[in-house]
């Protein structure tokens, strides 16, 4: 029967908020030191392709006044020199000296020219500042000339002694550096990541625990497998198995417990086939499969696991085979059930594979030959485990659901956004078929619940095998 799925948006706290964007930022960190390269490469050169070096040419002087009025001619020495550098700007934007100027030197513009007296004293500082250095030090020189007849009408005559010429300047002013184009350009783009950061760990959430996963799909979590090293993208084919020895990281005891909750669940509902799905790819719906039917067949129940992602086909490649002929090959006629009926591992372990990828598998999981084997097989087995391809990413899961009594569905923690896990969730229920609940997967120890890595021997595995063990138990 259809469930109804918890759409309100989850309540954010700060803790949460920081290891969102933590995780995001591990996430995301080529993406950040690739921006920051960007932005501060195109300041940098654009600082290059803009970068006009500038040189300045000074002079300072005394001033001493001519025929004072005054009773103290210091006073009045330092007074015009103030005078003089308060009134250059006017007497410079007025025209009449830069057109002296220009006049005398025959140029068309006039350079940046500036005036400044040195507080309490007569000293008087001329700077010319000019992209030629030679041009620089012409204007000073014809300013020197010009600028104490110009400014005789404000602060009468005066007579200027030169105290240092700095010559035609051999550096300029403003060195080419780089240094403020990567500040900006770490800013400027650590911000813009700092937000790409938070864009996407809103837009992306994911599940990270059960008492989410619950009350994201109002579904029960009849399991959490935990993630077992060794197992990566480098042999994506292959995937934890069941095993009677090693549990280093619990895993055989987590599969166990998902087998007697499965089983139970399945009881109630006298159900017999069972399909395994996932939102997306990648989230671990094989491991699922061929362990929980591994797990059933270690307890003697004879158990068909088939392969019906026949776009992508997995299940050999996960107990380690290569692949051989499968259910596409005999839902085209061109072999028999017996044929590909493989025994695995375990006198009641029964695997049919995927056999030759398909693009278009609906035709072929439409066809009668399909539903002559799962009535063959209804007959033969206890338990039929079907692994599907992912059901918010393509059709074929759902057409599955015709063939199967009920369905259960894997989720990876910290991996699929909220919002593909309930359009999962509503393609399996748009089949009508009871989803039983679901499994998180490759899961990893919770922080502060154990001074031990994973799942291992002791601290949070030996208080956690003893509530499965107890479990088991009581349902076996």
Known sequence: MNRELETSTPKIDLFELMNGMIKTMKHLWLTGFLLVFALTLGLSVRTFVSYTPMYQASASFTVR???????????????????????????LTSGVLSEKVEEELGISYMPSVSATALGNTNIFTLNVTSSDPKLAYQVLQCVMEIYPSVSEFVVGSTTLTLLNDSGIPQHPINPLSYTSSFMKGIVLGGGIWLCICLFYWFTHQTIMDEEELGKLVNLPCLGRLPKVRGFNKKNSDHCPVLSEHNDKFGFNESVRLLRVRVEKAMEKHNAKVLLVSSTIANEGKTTISMNLATALAQKGKKTLLIDCDLRNPSVAGAFGM?????????????????????????????????????????????????????????????????????????????????????????????????????????????????????VLNMTKPKIGKSSYSYYGYYGQYGARKQTQDKEVKEYA
């Open 65 to 91: 006044v001519s025929n004072p009025f005054y009773a103290s001619t210091a006073y009045y020495n330092t007074s015009a020199a103030e005078q003089m550098a308060k009134t250059f700007p006017y007497i």
């Open 322 to 438: 290569s692949e051989e002929i499968g259910l596409s090959d005999y839902l085209r006629g061109e072999q028999t059930i017996k044929s590909v009926l493989k025994r695995i591992n375990y006198e009641n372990l029964f695997v049919v594979f995927g056999g030759k990828p398909v693009s278009n598998p609906e035709d072929l999981l439409n066809r009668v030959q399909m539903q002559e084997m799962m009535k063959a097989a209804r007959v033969t087995f206890d338990y039929i485990i079907l692994d599907t391809p992912p059901c918010a990413l393509l059709s074929d899961a759902s057409e599955i659901c015709a063939l199967a009594d009920c369905a259960l569905l894997t989720v990876r923690q910290d991996f699929a956004c909220k919002d593909q896990i309930l359009e999962g969730v509503q393609i399996l229920n748009d089949a009508e078929r009871p989803i039983l609940g679901c």
